[in-house]
């Protein structure tokens, strides 16, 4: 018998977990995003990890730029 988990609470307008969301810049942008990089990898397209790292990165609104001193 396995383990019931507790359900992921999720964004209404996305559909995705919160979490995947969470600090975005533009969440749509970021749902948009993962919805289109997971159905690529469903139909057994090459995936830019380089390119999806970056936009990922560039979304964060927590990362702050460090001045050069």
């Known amino acids: ?6 359900r992921v609470p999720k964004d209404k307008k996305t559909g995705l977990p919160k979490k995947y969301l969470e600090g975005a810049k533009n969440k749509k942008a970021k749902a948009a ?5 997971a159905a690529a990898y469903k139909r057994g397209e090459k995936i ?4 999806i790292s970056k936009f990922r990165a560039s979304q964060n609104a927590k990362a702050k730029k460090k001045k050069k001193r």
């Open 1 to 6: 018998m396995t383990k019931k988990r507790k």
């Open 33 to 37: 995003e993962i919805k289109r990089t």
């Open 48 to 51: 830019d990890l380089k390119a």
